[in-house]
């Protein structure tokens, strides 16, 4: 079945520094991959995502690129902000209408320190 | 415009209770998805409403039931509730054939089973 792996967090930084998260999936055929990202008290908010193979999703500074050849799709920031502490999640999708269900990862908890 | 809206936020049930928890999806958005979301872990897909029926079901029991209405709101109910199944329940909206990405998510009703 599908199934997506996050790395293991929480992840702490300090402000400006850089950020990976990784992601890597399973999954048969060629499915959409997705970044949301949850804010305290809040639902989950897309941030990026990328339909096939090669594409880089971007977003608020944020990139992540479909690397089908070792399936991941890594999250990365040049300088993360405060404002970016939150919980991450990467999730995948196969088809394309709306019909098709989102596999998630457990998330990654970023805190970002002053 | 108002995004996905569900109700309550909050709730405390007994064990063998039943539940139900109501989402309003966004204005345009004829699709339903349910989602639950266990403490620390990610969304878990329970099932998907479109016109009225589900039209899919992810590993759930029985126990889970929902109900879409003719405006397109929906409900979810749990039946004989157990402490496990105490979560954060998400609701998420789209229009039909938009893809994954045409998804708005509500903010939640946590359920906390006693």
């Known amino acids: 079945g599908n199934s997506v792996t996050q790395m293991e967090g929480p992840v702490t930084l300090s402000e400006e520094a850089f950020l990976t998260i990784n992601c890597t999936y399973t999954?048969?055929?060629?499915?959409?991959l997705f970044w949301y990202v949850q804010y305290p008290g809040e639902g989950l908010q897309l941030l990026l995502k990328?339909?096939?193979?090669?594409d880089k999703g971007s977003n608020k500074g944020f990139e992540a690129t479909y690397r089908k050849e070792t399936t991941s799709f890594h999250l990365e920031k040049g300088s993360v902000q405060v404002s970016d502490s939150a919980v991450y999640f990467c999730?995948?999708?196969?088809?394309?209408?709306?019909?098709?269900?989102?596999?998630f990862g457990e998330g990654t908890q970023l805190t970002v320190n002053p | 415009d108002a995004g996905v809206t569900q109700s309550p936020t909050h709730l405390i049930k007994t064990r063998g209770q039943q539940v139900t928890l109501r989402c309003s999806p966004k204005?345009?958005?004829?699709?339903v998805s349910w989602y639950q979301q266990a403490l620390g872990q990610g969304p878990q897909f329970i099932f998907q409403?479109?016109?009225?029926?589900?039209?899919q079901r992810g590993n759930f029991p029985d126990r889970f039931s929902g109900h879409q209405y003719p405006n397109y709101s929906s409900e979810l109910n749990v039946n004989a509730l157990l402490l496990g199944d105490s979560a954060l329940y998400l609701c998420?909206?789209?229009?039909?054939?938009?893809?994954?990405?045409?998804?708005?998510f509500g903010s939640g009703t946590r359920l906390t089973v006693v």
């Open positions: 998420a909206s789209s229009p039909r054939g938009t893809g994954a990405y045409g998804y708005t």
């Open positions: 999954a048969t055929g060629y499915p959409s």
């Open positions: 990328a339909t096939k193979a090669d």
């Open positions: 999730a995948l999708k196969r088809g394309q209408t709306s019909g098709s269900r989102l596999t």
């Open positions: 204005s345009g958005h004829d699709t």
């Open positions: 409403y479109y016109e009225e029926e589900e039209r």
